[in-house]
């Protein structure tokens, strides 16, 4: 039977997919609470996990099937994380075939993705099971460690001798849930960047539907995703593949925040709705790689909706994350563009701001992905949505290499004619 409110502290193995099998079901318009692991480099250093993230358990949401789309609107998200360690990656040769994230195996037994022990602090600390030795595949090249203050909302990085001390309780620190196998990055200790301090901005990095061919969790995009195609190890997929099983869940934009509406594609059935990868604040475009990894708690609300046949997700952020062009006219700017209309004999277009994730190997190509995304969804040429993008939204990055957000805003009656006014007119206070 399915649950109005379901908890999920379940995680993966780093691999999402129609192998996996899904907790649930919750209703359509239930919630699910996720307990969340940190992402990026607690799993990047684990030998044993299979991707570069440790994503919850997809959770099946009643009555989603193939074709459908699920709204998953974000009710809270709530940092634990005391600390956390996060910077500029590089991979260590011999450790990984290809693929550090996803094909990972000891460089002195051979042993792919081998149990492994941490004995002290520093990522050369995490050693084989077997043969005892170094086998994280990554180490960080310029790095801190962030304390957060979550009463006065800032993160402070600190100096090495702090970074140590809390390397030695590095899951204490970091709240790593119970059921996670990650190593926490606190064991790091680094602190080559000591006195920043950063406001707290909560965002989850991965909120999504599942895939529908196995994907590492981390490469569950066309960036990533990219590196999949032709790779050397057993999760090698074909460019079609890619971009027929790919839901983009995997987006890394700051903008999918507590009071964000997340419209994702519906690939398998039953959805399969997973969250984790959450951040206690980042900038545009990820620059650095990797930012602050915190564990928390992640609540949503789950909706289908039948037949919208998208091939990846839809944003509705808050509206003060909108580019300025596209947010939603107030009554007093709406009375008078209607009067400039009336001069003119011109009827005024009642549109809504809407965005749509574009992926791709590059900035490029992720552009032209959301253009494409949009034109098809909303019935309209490319061109049209260029002039649209250009005239009044924007083309934002997610993150590098090819993430990005394209805003525009949509006529009203598209919207209707697709089912997603209704969502629309909740997220923004419309004058129409």
């Known amino acids: ?94 450790t990984f075939l290809g693929d550090p994230y996803v094909a990972k195996k000891c460089p002195g037994c051979g042993r792919p993705w081998t149990d492994a022990v941490l004995e002290g602090i520093g990522f050369e600390a995490i050693h084989c099971k077997y043969c005892g030795t170094p086998a994280s595949p990554f180490r960080m090249v310029h790095g801190y460690t962030m304390i957060f203050d979550h009463e006065r909302g800032f993160g402070l990085t600190v100096n090495e001798e702090t970074a140590k001390k809390i390397a030695g309780d590095a899951r204490v620190w970091g709240r790593i849930p119970e059921n996670s196998i990650q190593f926490s990055v606190l064991i790091s200790g680094k602190a080559d960047l000591v006195g920043l301090v950063s406001r707290i901005r909560p965002f989850v990095g991965q909120l999504g539907t599942t895939p529908s061919i196995d994907m590492p969790d981390s490469h569950n995009a066309g960036d990533f995703g990219s590196f999949l195609v032709g790779a050397p190890h057993e999760y090698a997929l074909t460019k079609e593949q890619l971009e027929k099983g790919k839901t983009d869940g995997h987006m ?35 620059v650095a790689g990797h930012t602050t990894d915190v564990a928390g708690e992640l609540m949503v609300e789950v909706n289908v909706v039948k037949g919208l046949g998208i091939d990846g997700p ?106 997603l006014a209704k969502f629309v007119r909740e997220q923004y206070n419309l004058p129409y």
């Open 1 to 94: 039977m399915a649950k109005k409110l379901f908890y999920n502290n379940k995680f993966t193995n780093g691999i999402i997919g129609p192998s996996v099998k899904m907790l649930g079901p919750v209703e359509d318009g239930g919630t699910i609470v996720f307990d969340t692991t940190p992402g990026c480099w607690g799993p990047m250093i684990t030998p044993n996990l299979r991707g570069g993230h440790e994503v919850n358990v997809p959770v099946a949401v009643e009555g989603a099937k193939v074709g459908d789309a699920i709204a998953v609107k974000i009710k809270s998200i709530k940092v634990k994380s005391l600390a956390t360690s996060s910077g500029v990656d590089r991979a260590v040769e011999g």
């Open 252 to 286: 890394d934009i700051d903008s999918v925040r507590e009071g964000a509406i997340v419209i994702c594609p519906v690939k398998v059935d039953d959805g399969g709705v997973y969250a984790g990868d959450m951040h206690a604040m980042q900038g545009d475009g990820e």
């Open 314 to 419: 839809i944003l509705l952020p808050p509206a003060e994350d909108l580019p300025i062009l596209a947010r939603p006219f107030t009554a007093e700017e709406w009375a008078k563009v209607k009067s400039l209309g009336a001069k003119y004999g011109v009827e005024v277009e009642e549109a809504a701001p809407i965005q749509f994730v574009g992926t791709g190997p590059d900035l490029n190509s992720a552009a032209l992905n959301g253009f494409e995304r949009a034109s098809k969804l909303l019935d309209i040429s490319v061109e049209e949505v260029k002039n649209r993008v250009t005239v009044c939204g924007g083309v934002e990055i997610g993150r590098l290499p090819g993430v990005v957000q394209v805003t525009l805003l949509a006529p009203i009656r598209k919207l209707e004619k697709v089912g």
